[in-house]
């Protein structure tokens, strides 16, 4: 099986890559999660952002972060930026006409890349917390360091998720649609080539 060895982030196109709301402060936030509620009324994004979404997602990265750090990760940023590994049809059609940033798996450094399968939220387990279901996997509860790619993928093979024709009620889907990478430092993101 071909191992993907490119990670793509995919955001708004009249936004920049990299916009992080973990990295926001109250009074930012809410006006940023008002402006993607906006986007997602009018069609430009299907992503969903409840009421308990950065609760979920706050407590999500701390759990993430304390897993990767005890695989030996040394993290320089709190939360990380969100990746792929490969590309997701599934993960891009939730924008319309998405901008994307590639970057090779080769020119990342190892302590500061982990990943999880599939979503962090999906894998890290608070979600029953918060009245979702999840089917349990083997995979779920771990956080990879990047090294550790193609072991994972020989075991467990790539997900296989193609856009879907809607993607109405996809937040309370099982998230098995594609590998998240997390990137732990702003320094990485200027790696050849992007």
């Given at each position: 099986?071909?191992?993907p060895d490119f990670t793509?982030?995919?955001?708004?196109?009249?936004?920049?890559?990299?916009?992080?709301?973990?990295?926001?402060?109250d009074a930012n936030l809410?006006?940023?999660?008002?402006?993607?509620?906006?986007?997602?009324?009018?069609?430009?994004?299907?992503?969903?952002?409840?009421?308990?979404?950065?609760?979920?997602?706050?407590?999500?990265?701390?759990?993430?972060?304390?897993?990767?750090?005890?695989?030996?990760?040394?993290?320089?940023?709190?939360?990380?930026?969100?990746?792929?590994?490969?590309?997701?049809?599934?993960?891009?059609?939730?924008?319309?006409?998405?901008?994307?940033?590639?970057?090779?798996?080769?020119?990342?450094?190892?302590?500061?890349?982990?990943?999880?399968?599939?979503?962090?939220?999906?894998?890290?387990?608070?979600?029953?917390?918060?009245?979702?279901?999840?089917?349990?996997?083997?995979?779920?509860?771990?956080?990879?360091?990047?090294?550790?790619?193609?072991?994972?993928?020989?075991?467990?093979?790539?997900?296989?998720?193609?856009?879907?024709?809607?993607?109405?009620?996809h937040q309370f889907d099982?998230?098995?649609?594609?590998?998240?990478?997390?990137?732990?430092?702003?320094?990485?993101?200027?790696?050849?080539?992007?």
């Open positions: 099986m071909q191992v793509t982030h995919y955001h708004l196109a009249d936004r920049p890559p990299f916009l992080n709301l973990a990295d926001l402060d809410a006006n940023v999660l008002s402006g993607l509620q906006g986007a997602a009324e009018s069609g430009v994004s299907a992503r969903r952002f409840g009421p308990r979404y950065m609760e979920l997602r706050r407590g999500t990265e701390e759990v993430l972060r304390s897993r990767f750090i005890e695989r030996g990760g040394r993290p320089t940023r709190s939360s990380p930026h969100y990746f792929v590994l490969g590309e997701s049809p599934w993960f891009r059609g939730l924008y319309r006409d998405p901008a994307e940033v590639r970057l090779h798996l080769e020119d990342l450094p190892t302590e500061q890349v982990s990943f999880t399968y599939p979503d962090s939220v999906t894998s890290m387990g608070l979600l029953a917390e918060f009245g979702i279901k999840v089917s349990p996997r083997p995979y779920h509860g771990r956080v990879f360091r990047i090294d550790e790619v193609e072991a994972v993928i020989e075991r467990y093979a790539l997900p296989r998720s193609r856009k879907p024709a809607t993607y109405d009620g099982d998230f098995e649609h594609y590998i998240e990478v997390q990137v732990w430092s702003d320094d990485a993101l200027d790696a050849p080539g992007h």
